[in-house]
DNA sequence: CGTCGAATTGATGTCATTCAACTACAGTGG
DNA sequence: CCACTGTAGTTGAATGACATCAATTCGACG
C-alpha cells in the first residue's frame, strides 16, 4: 500500500479540488476485496462505483454456456463500475471480482451528482469519461471483428503493457476471446519467432 | 416521406419541448444523402450528429486488410455520430455512409449544449443515451466473444428486426463478422430446419 | 434481352477449439 | 523438510467452424 494513490490525488491531477470537496472524497470508505471476492454478481443492481487503489478486478460475463468473457480489466487508478445498471438501476448481467486482493474506494450512487451541484467542473469530467469509455467500447469491437488471436494478444500488450503480467493467461484468454490453450499457443510461436 | 417523424416530434416523447425550442428544432438544416454517400469519412473531424428521418445509415471501419467492420446501422427516428470525433474533437477512425437514399437533420456540434441552457432536461437526455449507448456497446463485446455466427445472425433478426430485412447479406455479414458466403450457408441451414 | 452486382454453392484450406495427457509449481499437512 | 494435492499452463492429435477461392445462379434495371 506504500505508494497508493488516493481517489482525491487521483482527481487533482485533471480537476482542481476545493478543499471541502477534498474533504468529502477522504471521508469515502475504503474497503479490502480478497481475490476470488465480488464487489458485484449477475443480477444484483449496483449501488457503488469503485476506484482500485490497489490490486486488480475484472468485469465480466458469463454466458449460456457456463463461458466466461472478460469485458475489462480495472488495475491502481482506475473505476470500476457497471455504469449501466448504476445510472438505470437495473440488474447488472455482470461479475466484478478481484484477481488480486484488492484495495477500493466506495464511491455511492449519488456522489458524484450532489458534489457536482458545487463543483460544476465534476459534470464535464463524467461526460468526459463516458466518452472515453464509449471510445474504448468501439475500438474493442472493431479489433474483436478484424483481429487474429495473435494480433489480439499482441494489441493487449501493446495497451496494458503495465498490468499485462499480473494477469494470468486464463482470464487474459477470457479478455481476448479465445481459448487458454490457444493463448498457449500463439506465446510460445511468438517467444520462438524472437529467436 | 409521407410517414417521417421530425426530430421535434421524436424528442417530445421523452422530453416536454418548449415553443421556444421547437422553434429552433424546425429550423435546422435537412440533408439529403443518396445511397453511397458519406456523412463523414474516416480522417476527418465530425462537426455534427444526424438523426435520421427516412433511410439507414451506416457506421464503419476498415481495417488493415481493407475489410468493413459495421459497428452499427441506424434507420428512421435514430441518431448517428461519432460522438467521440465530435466531443473530443479529434479525428474519426470511421465512415457515415448511406445504405439507402437519406433523409437526415443536421444538428451541429454546440446545439445541444446550447439548448441545455434554456432546457435542462436535455442534459439528462444526453446522460441517459450515452449510457445506452454503453450498455449497447457491451452487449455487443459479449456476444462478439461467445456467439456463433448463426448465433448472431438470430439474435441480430430478433434486436432488429424491422429493419433486417432492407439491409444487404453483404453489409450484414460485415456488421456480423462473419464472410457472407457464411452468412449465406447459415440463412441456408436455418430455413431447411423451418421446413 | 443483356448486363452488372449480389447471393449462392461447392471444394478446399486455415485457424482456433476441444479433449486428453502431461508438466510445473505453489500451498498444505504430516 | 518432503510428500501430497490442486491449479495453471503446456503440448499433441483430432475435430470443427468459418474463410477463401472459383464457378454459377439470381434478380434488378436499363
Known sequence: MEYAISLADHLKKYIRLSDNTINELTNLTTRTVLKGEFLLR????SRYSYYVEKGLLSYYSIDEKGKYHIIQFAAEEWFMAD???LFFQQPSPYFIEAIEDTVVTV???DFFSKLSESEPAFVEMNTKALHHHILHLQKRIHQLLSASAEERYKDFLEMYSSIAARIPQTLLA???GIAP???SRVRKEIAQKRS
Open 42 to 45: 449477475a443480477g444484483e443492481t
Open 83 to 85: 455504469r449501466c445498471s
Open 107 to 109: 464511491i455511492p450512487l
Open 174 to 176: 477470457a479478455y481476448l
Open 181 to 183: 490453450e490457444s493463448l
